[in-house]
């Protein structure tokens, strides 16, 4: 008895100990290893996400509603009991937002994130032995960072930046007021540009000289705006050098650009590589927040019917010779046109839509914004969508984020502005050039006014969110418009988040 | 000659008996029994001696007596004892009162057992009567309503849906605020064990079931609940949320008995909403003047979709013992029915019990062996489905002058946004089997006299699969046939160590418990999902191979977790008067960071026991007073796994073409924290426990005030950063509880054929949030068209948890738009509507028997809190209806305009307040003295869900659609829930 005492005793001490953990948290489904960023071998997965981020500036609900649904060119009305959405888009579209906007919330996220993302790809390939390779792609990231900083200016005017090799995250990061960080972006893209390669070495959808050349003769045709005062020259000079090399051409068949299978396009400076091949994870279709619930093609089932166009925007157009106007080559697969979809529309096999109630399916140039009917409005089908896709919510369309036309326009405009109207109109015909209609001959402009220029940069880049940056530069954001009325001159920025400044008190508000 | 002369004093007394003379006795016979049956066991004394006996398996008695003045004193644990005078009886029949009020019953505490008197804390043991047992398909459902400062919730009226439980209160922000469950000292992990749903049609994973889901209602004897920090303390960081502790039965001395339990029942949909029917839909005019569209039929899609179900369920179980062991077998069966058509639960149960002593009975071994398996059939029935609808929004919204059927009898499908619900509930087959065992096995030994030592040895295992088929005829799915298999695995398995010292030196009774515990817990998942199947004969979850592998999505998970645990507790009482209990216990998580990893939980509280004193003796009135009061600091360790690491890795939006070839994207995808730790909850307990009248009215009042900080939020970094949020313990965050608990109990009547007794719990919680800091966190994202981004609860400074915030509704303007509230610059002020935290939770519950019949009855509600009835904003609108989408009779009489956006507002918000007469039973306990197999019988009658008194205008405001936004979760949303169903049911009670 007494030994079965002791052995017991010792039965349970043995326990206690060798049950005894350290409580190491074992991770069984995730590589956590910061070896993954200290191994030169995965330099190209490191400046990945840099990139990927770029998707999410095309979400169009994110950073695309932010420059679109302020302006004349798009506007998502309430449709009876849709699409009021806790007023997020009459709020947009009436200048009437405060700095809970969810989509100011979430667009902030988005930039911070892509600054965050070159940062991480500038320090740790910085760590690498350094290489033309790791010089190359810390200079691609320095571009990428230079981009979405560029675009905080454009929205917010205010930057919160680190340093790439600053880690003490604790730290508040500091805030670069507008000019300062138009100033510094602008010297970033000067110090990287001779390490830059061409589109022709590596595509459109790296960082190229071109892209940075692109890159500062917008933001130098925007230096008013962003830090008062007009560098028009310097506009011009980067515009230059984009167009003056070989990589690029505006071509004659507009539409060529927006099939969902086209891949470095000639027009294409810098590209968002996107594909409905695999689960992108980011990055929008552009056709199912337009199209009207029974529009339904292929495998696209679920159609939203939001967005539209404003009138006053689509009489802009020369709608017989202007091929930007309407294309039809998706009409047999998809029963759409591209361009602006107007009036009765018809399925594949041309029979007549309706809408739910049992009307037809008629779209209406005019629509009331905080009640507007089913058909009202009209719809914008730029991307053209794969109808037999699996994945209805990767988009299959590469999307050019700047591309040829639009520099030529930034240059004539900045030659207009600079007092040179000859060499503007020289610019703008070209582009109208090879802008014609099947059939038709899109006139050349012979004379020009600042809102031709307006004009015709809706004409060429309508839906691929420039139109808010574009209006602001025109003194044009803040006029009354078809269900609006004309808003205060502070409106050409947005608030800061107030999510951003609960956690960063070096941030201050703007006058909102 | 003695013989003859006792058979004649026998007939002697007999005669006398009846005549009321007394005289000298012999031998009395008897048997004793309850209100249920026979009762082996009880002691039968001759008072003032300790001569006596007990009652055999069959609850009979024979005993010699001296004389016709002796009396018999009857008593059995749990049992009021009862003397008898012989007075010449030979044969008694005895019935034995049970004592719901007996102070001297035991509670299961953490790691032991004690008597109520000895107990400091604040605890509610249910067993018997108290427990909710009819149609309970869960033990959480016994519980419902039961325990006042514990408010239960049913999120919605799924077979086998998940339960909301609060123990006092919300304490935190995110999700992990269930209470600890531990069942016969295994404690369990809160480990969410739905597979994944489906990505069309709503087929989704909410609807969680409670952790002791799988255990048989039938094999629970009691569930104590241990509210306060004093109690739970000694669950340290996992005693945060409360502790439910789950006692099993065990068999009992005596030869094996054979029980059998069983009802059978039908439930119906207790109400359906009050829509248009196809003559009224008919009759609506548009502005124009035309009709909506007319498809000829008279179709009710609510009739279509809802049915009367049945319901059955039986139990066995055989269990008995000996001085020295003991063993009980239960086997359950329930088929339940849901009210929605093709909806069901079925459930398998088996446990076996065993208990041996040995040793002189310085060993005692127990095992236990719960197993189970259940299949559920569940029906497209989303929380948070998309416009589109599931069976529910579909039912309600759809034109009712649609057919069902073609002419041609397949489906009328009108459109992939008007889905007919019948093809939906018909065409997919949503099948879930989930396996579950618990197994422990303990051993006490008495190593010297007073000191024991106890080993528990433990593991839990589940497996879960989850098989779902949309069938290729379904014309809404967007890529033909769809499949999907999704399964969960879960273990965990336990170690624990401890030694118990009691010792009694005089008027000083000391009690030592020490230990040590290890627990390990792994958690496995894998969905898959294939679609573009075509076929249509076979369910494609059979034969993956028919779908198109190329548009195939696969996904795992697994992570594991450990904890290790150091405890301690002292009780030293002064003549049974004083009562004092210290514990600590130092918990140690794997999830938490590496700088804080061992978090210490102490707590303290002092009783006094009054009634013992001679001064309040003197008094007369109170036959128990005790005053407690009590402080602890508990945890929360339900956080995330691996949120205090680094993560560098890739991830689905950081992949990108490079080079023209998809390549991973590397980054940081989470930020480390090494200071991650437990949310921290302080808690100070003062209650006081009366008795009156012997007892027989009992009342109990605990104040507590409650204060969780440490709290464990996701918060935005500051951009740029290496990832965009980052997890931290808030330094100055606390959320607050405060309440008051009040529990009386009352035997009104109790004389032989009859008593009456009744019972009333309130309570009352005040929760606040205190230094959040940031403006707000949002959550509560509303479903429905139109409702996109919006976010209609928040977290924000002192205002409860469960806020509803938006627009103030003020009525229609003359043109039919909704008029909201202003602020200064003109624009729709944004203000907090309310909180869906109820104040006040009651319940109300009774019980008569009179001779054979028993009848009782149970009623609970809660007041003062909000209802976001989403289904309304997003379906029962005036638009909706001119779109042509059915709504409520009461919206095509409204003044609103269709021209009115569905905006949230607080015209959705409604008063969650409600009183429900949750149950009736009628019982009869048949009279079985003449059939000698059969011990005893009861039959009974019950009506579940009678009455509803509450002015919320959806299915039901109890009600809990996951509606959470970044982990946050949101209450108090009801969107196209599956509705509660009333049931009736009759069963029977049989022992042999």
């Given at each position: 008895m007494k030994f079965n005492k002791f052995s017991l005793i010792i039965a349970l001490l043995t326990l206690i100990f060798t049950s005894c953990t350290d409580l190491k948290e074992e991770v069984l489904d995730e590589q956590l290893g910061s070896d993954l960023v200290n191994n030169p071998a995965n330099i190209d997965a490191l400046i990945n996400p840099p990139y990927a981020q770029l998707r999410r500036t095309l979400e169009w609900y994110d950073y695309w509603a932010l420059q679109q649904i302020s302006t004349d060119e798009t506007a998502f009305p309430t449709r009876g009991t849709d699409w009021f959405d806790n007023g997020a888009w009459q709020q947009l579209y009436l200048h009437t937002w405060t700095p809970d906007h969810i989509r100011l919330v979430d667009v902030w996220d988005v930039l911070g994130q892509g600054i965050s993302r070159s940062n991480t790809a500038i320090h740790y390939i910085g760590e690498f032995p350094e290489t033309a390779t790791t010089t190359q792609y810390i200079n691609e990231a320095r571009f990428l960072r230079a981009y979405y900083m560029y675009l905080m200016v454009d929205l917010f005017g205010q930057v919160p930046y680190r340093d790439a090799d600053d880690l003490d995250f604790s730290t508040l990061p500091e805030v670069k007021d507008r000019k300062t960080a138009t100033d510094f972006i602008i010297t970033e893209l000067k110090e990287i540009l001779p390490n830059l390669k061409t589109k022709a070495a590596v595509t459109s959808e790296r960082a190229t000289v071109g892209a940075a050349n692109a890159l500062l003769a917008k933001i130098y045709l925007n230096y008013q705006v962003y830090a008062g005062e007009p560098k028009w020259a310097d506009a011009i000079k980067y515009a230059d050098d984009v167009i003056s090399s070989s990589d690029y051409t505006v071509t004659n068949d507009y539409w060529s650009m927006f099939?969902?299978?086209?891949?470095?396009?000639?027009?294409?400076?810098?590209t968002c590589p996107m594909s409905d091949d695999f689960e992108m994870g980011s990055g929008s279709v552009w056709v199912n927040f337009t199209l009207h619930y029974n529009m339904t093609f292929g495998t696209y089932t679920s159609l939203w019917n939001g967005g539209c166009t404003t009138t006053d925007f689509v009489n802009t157009f020369d709608q017989v010779n202007d091929a930007r106007f309407y294309d039809s080559r998706i009409e047999s697969t998809t029963g759409l046109n591209q361009g602006f979809l107007i009036g009765q529309q018809y399925d594949m096999a041309g029979v007549p839509l309706k809408i739910r109630s049992g009307d037809p399916l008629i779209f209406t140039p005019d629509f009331t914004l905080g009640d507007a009917k089913e058909n009202e409005g009209i719809r914008v089908i730029k991307f053209a969508p794969n109808p037999a896709t699996t994945r209805q919510f990767s988009s299959p369309n590469d999307v050019p984020l700047l591309r040829i036309s639009d520099i030529y326009l930034v240059r004539a405009e900045a030659k207009f502005r600079n007092g040179d109207v000859t060499g503007a109109l020289a610019d703008i015909n070209y582009i109208r050039a090879r802008r014609s209609a099947t059939g038709k001959t899109l006139p050349a402009l012979t004379s020009l006014t600042v809102d031709d220029i307006l004009k015709e940069r809706g004409f060429e880049l309508y839906w691929e969110g420039f139109r808010r940056q574009d209006m602001v530069r025109f003194g044009k954001l803040n006029a009354a418009r078809q269900e609006k009325p004309a808003t205060d001159v502070k409106k050409n920025l947005y608030p800061i988040p107030t999510s951003a400044l609960d956690v960063n008190s070096n941030l201050k508000q703007n006058d909102y | 000659m003695k013989k003859n002369l006792l058979l004649f004093i026998y007939s002697l007394c007999f005669l006398l008996l009846s005549t009321g003379y007394v005289s000298a006795q012999g031998t009395v016979t008897g048997t004793v029994k309850d209100n249920t049956g026979t009762l082996p066991g009880v002691s039968v004394q001759i008072k003032g001696t300790t001569q006596g006996t007990i009652t055999n398996v069959d609850g009979e008695f024979s005993l010699n007596v001296p004389d016709a003045n002796t009396v018999l004193v009857f008593s059995f644990v749990g049992y009021t004892p009862q003397e008898i005078l012989v007075q010449g009886q030979k044969t008694l029949e005895v019935t034995l009162v049970q004592n719901a009020m007996n102070l001297d019953e035991f509670v299961v505490v953490g790691y032991g057992v004690q008597r109520k008197s000895d107990l400091t804390g604040a605890t509610t043991r249910l067993s018997g009567d108290n427990l909710n047992k009819s149609v309970a398909s869960s033990p959480v459902e016994m519980m419902q309503g039961r325990v006042s400062g514990v408010n239960i919730a049913q999120n919605n009226g799924e077979p086998g849906g998940g339960m909301t439980v609060r123990v006092r209160g919300s304490n935190s922000i995110r999700s992990g605020q269930d209470p600890l469950y531990v069942i016969d000292g295994v404690p369990l992990d809160n480990q969410d064990l739905t597979p994944a749903g489906a990505g069309t049609a709503g087929l989704n994973g909410s609807s969680n079931k409670d952790p002791i889901s799988f255990l048989n209602p039938n094999d629970i004897a009691s569930i104590d609940i241990l509210k306060d920090a004093s109690s739970t303390a000694i669950y340290g960081a996992r005693g945060a949320n409360g502790v439910i502790m789950i006692t099993t039965k065990k068999g009992e001395q005596g030869a094996g008995q054979l029980s059998y339990d069983g009802y059978v029942g039908t439930s119906t949909i207790r109400q359906s909403l009050d829509i248009l029917s196809a003559d009224q839909f008919r009759s609506y005019r548009k502005t124009d003047g035309s009709a909506l569209i007319d498809m000829g039929a008279n179709t009710n899609w609510q009739d279509e979709i809802y049915r009367t179900a049945f319901t059955q369920s039986h139990n066995l179980s055989y269990g008995g013992g000996t001085k020295n062991n003991s063993y009980r077998a239960s086997l359950g069966y329930l088929n339940q029915e849901g009210i929605v058509n093709t909806t069901n639960m079925q459930k398998v149960n088996g446990k076996i019990t065993v208990t041996q002593k040995a040793f002189n009975d310085k060993l005692e071994l127990t095992a236990n062996l719960i197993a189970s398996h259940t299949n559920d059939q569940r029906a497209p029935i989303s929380e948070t489905g998309g416009y589109e609808g599931d069976v529910i929004l579909s039912s309600l919204k759809l034109n009712p002058t649609y057919p069902v059927f073609n002419e041609d009898g397949t489906y009328y499908q009108n459109s992939t946004t008007q889905r007919n619900p019948v093809a939906m509930l018909n065409l997919t087959n949503d099948i879930t089997q989930t396996d579950q065992t618990i197994a422990n096995l303990t051993a006490e030994y008495e190593i010297i006299k007073d000191l024991k030592y106890k080993i528990n040895v433990g593991s839990t295992r589940s497996s879960v699969e989850r098989r779902i088929n949309q069938d290729n005829e379904l014309t809404y799915l967007p890529n033909h046939g769809e499949a999907d298999i999704n399964t969960v695995h879960a273990q965990s398995s336990l170690i624990e160590n401890y030694l118990t010292y009691a010792k009694k030196i005089d008027e000083n009774q000391l009690n030592f418990l020490l230990g040590h515990a290890y627990q390990k817990f792994n958690v496995n998942g894998t969905a898959m999902n294939v679609k573009g199947f075509v076929v249509n004969d076979i369910l494609y979850t059979n034969n993956l191979g028919y779908g198109n592998s190329s548009a195939a999505t696969t996904s795992s998970y697994a992570n594991v977790n450990e904890l290790q645990s150091f405890f301690g507790r002292v009780n030293y009482a002064y003549a049974g008067k004083y009562l004092v209990t210290l514990t600590g216990r130092y918990d140690g998580s794997s999830k938490f960071g590496d700088n804080n990893k061992y978090g210490f939980f102490p707590s303290a509280a002092l009783a006094w026991r009054l009634s013992d004193e001679e001064f309040i003796k003197s008094m007369n009135v109170f036959s128990n007073l005790k005053l407690r009061l009590g402080w602890g600091k508990t945890g929360n360790q339900e956080i995330p796994n691996k949120i205090s690491q680094i993560l560098v890795g890739t991830a689905g939006n950081a992949n990108g073409f490079f080079n023209g070839v998809l390549t991973p994207g590397i980054t940081f995808l989470r930020v480390p924290n090494p200071d991650i730790q437990w949310e921290t909850t302080i808690q100070s307990d003062l209650g006081i426990d009366f008795g009156f009248f012997k007892n027989r009215l009992t009342a109990t009042i605990d104040v507590f005030h409650k204060q969780t900080q440490d709290v464990l939020l996701e918060i935005n970094a500051a951009a740029p950063a290496a990832a965009s949020t980052m997890w931290l313990n808030v330094p100055d965050l606390r959320i607050i509880n405060n309440g008051i608990e009040l529990g009386v109990n009352g035997i009104i009547v109790e004389q032989t054929d009859l008593t009456w007794d009744a019972g009333l719990n309130v309570s009352y919680i005040k929760n606040n949030v205190v230094d959040l800091p940031v403006t707000m966190i949002e959550t509560g994202n509303a479903s429905g068209q139109g409702l996109s981004g919006t976010r209609v609860q928040i977290i924000t400074n002192d205002n409860p948890i469960g806020t509803f915030y938006g627009r103030v509704f003020e009525g229609f303007d003359a043109n039919g738009i909704s008029i909201y509230k202003k602020d200064a610059d003109g624009a729709d002020a944004l203000e907090t509507l309310g909180s869906a935290l109820p104040n006040y939770t009651f319940s109300f519950n009774t019980k008569l028997t009179y001779k054979a019949f028993d009848f009782s009855m149970f009623w609970y509600g809660v007041a003062g809190n909000k209802v976001y009835n989403n289904t309304a904003n997003a379906l029962f609108v005036k638009g909706s209806l001119n779109s042509g989408a059915n709504v409520t009779v009461d919206v095509l009489n409204?003044?609103?305009?269709?021209?009115?956006s569905n905006a949230f507002s607080s015209r959705f918000v409604e008063d969650g307040s409600f009183l429900r007469l949750a149950n009736v039973t009628l019982g009869y306990t048949i009279n079985t003295k003449s059939v000698k197999w059969i011990k005893s019988a009861r039959i009974y009658a019950t009506g579940n869900n009678l009455l509803l008194l509450t002015k919320y205008t959806g299915f039901d405001p109890e009600v809990n659609s996951d509606a959470s936004q970044n982990g946050v979760p949101a209450i108090g949303m009801d969107y196209t829930s599956y509705p509660k169903a009333r049931a009736f049911t009759v069963g029977a009670s049989l022992n042999f």
């Open positions: 099939q969902y299978n086209v891949t470095n396009h000639p027009e294409f400076i810098l | 409204s003044e609103e305009s269709i021209a009115n």
